[in-house]
């Protein structure tokens, strides 16, 4: 059948705006379901906790139950590569982190683009780490204990988390700003490494603040700085490396929360304002401070503010695993 040549226009004009107002008309009506918030490591785990503290606030604003699920395994890229193969609707989300977001594409050679394959929505609380050590070791401050490390090249021992760990990543940054050396011992995990300090098999690790001040409280180990630009009330008395004599020593462990690629940007809207909602929270709010949690600035709480800290951090620590030469397990 022939149709006149204005007809097939109208037809083209049609089909070709059909997808755009798809888009928006699934924004307005979003979310109709419940919605899968992903976290990329077992329960327990720090972006598990925020998952699972802000959850609750977040659906009830979106209107929708946010249901936590943790797809643990092969240092969080089973997850992230799901997220990456998800449906751009709003409907799975990630609560990524510095492992999966930045250390990870600097480690392994990934099915995606850990950038460009995501949409940041909302940077999430995070976690400073602190320098503890055994209580006999011979220092009582930083300065001390890089001296006595000076003093004893290739004899102390410091626990990590695994390659590419936070706790790996700072002792690798730690080396290297004090020009010590020290063996590196892995873990499989920051909580088995604090408790061989605890018990004296190694000299020191870094660790979030939360679990280990208990421990500091105890006398059990010694701090010799927290990796923040500034104190923290739920530890006010530990110094910053700043303030223990190392300049600019700064890490935070966060969080953030991640969308597929081409995920509506009304969608993405909605999903961040039921974020801030939620770390507004004072219920909420009062179980991140009691667990040594770092909420961001409000001007920190957007998708840009996660997009620049991460792609930050992609910059600051590329040349230091390339110049270790670090190799995945």
């Known amino acids: 059948m022939n149709f006149p040549r204005r007809h097939i226009l109208r037809l083209a004009i049609g089909t070709a705006a059909l997808p755009a107002f798809t888009r928006i008309a699934a924004a307005e009506t979003y979310p109709a379901r419940p919605v899968t918030l992903i976290v990329p490591f077992a329960p327990g785990a720090l972006n598990d906790i925020v998952a699972r503290l ?9 209107g929708q139950p946010l249901v936590v699920e943790n797809v643990a395994g092969a240092d969080g890229t089973i997850a992230t590569n799901r ?3 998800a449906p751009p609707d709003g409907y799975t989300l990630i609560v990524g982190n510095w492992n999966t ?15 460009k394959d995501f949409e940041p929505v909302m940077l999430l609380p995070s976690a400073p ?3 503890i050590a055994r209580k006999t070791i ?6 001390e204990f890089i001296a006595w490390l000076k003093a004893n090249p290739d004899k102390a021992t410091m626990g990590t988390a695994g390659v590419g760990s936070p706790p790996h990543m700072l002792a690798l940054l730690f080396r290297q700003q004090t020009d010590t050396r020290f063996g590196m011992i892995p873990y499989r995990g920051a909580g088995p490494a604090m408790q061989d300090v605890i018990g004296g098999q190694i000299d020191a690790t870094f660790i979030t603040v939360a679990p280990a001040l208990p421990q ?14 500034k104190r923290m009330a739920a530890a006010p008395n530990i110094p910053t490396m ?5 300049q600019g020593f700064y890490f935070s462990y966060w969080s ?12 993405v809207a909605k999903i961040g304002a039921a974020a801030v909602a939620a770390m507004r929270d004072p219920t909420a709010r009062q179980k991140l401070d009691t667990q040594a949690f770092v909420v961001p600035a409000s001007d920190q709480q957007t998708p840009q503010a996660l997009s620049a800290l991460q792609n930050a951090e992609i910059a600051k620590w590329s040349p230091i695993i390339k110049q270790a030469g670090i190799k995945p397990n």
């Not at 977001?101 to 950038?115: F, T």
């Not at 011979?138 to 300065?143: I, S």
């Not at 180990?221 to 630009?229: C, E, H, Q």
């Not at 700043?242 to 190392?246: M, N």
């Open 129 to 131: 780490m602190v320098l």
């Open 138 to 143: 011979p220092a009582n401050n930083l300065g």
């Open 54 to 62: 802000l959850s609750n606030g977040m659906g009830a604003s979106l």
């Open 83 to 85: 997220v990456v193969r």
């Open 242 to 246: 700043d303030e223990a004599g190392l």
């Open 256 to 267: 953030g929360l991640f969308a597929p690629r081409d995920t509506p940007k009304e969608i």
């Open 101 to 115: 977001q930045v250390a990870n594409r600097l480690i392994y050679s990934l099915p995606y683009d850990m950038v």
């Open 216 to 229: 500091i409280a105890s006398g059990s180990i010694k701090v010799f700085g927290l990796t923040a630009d």
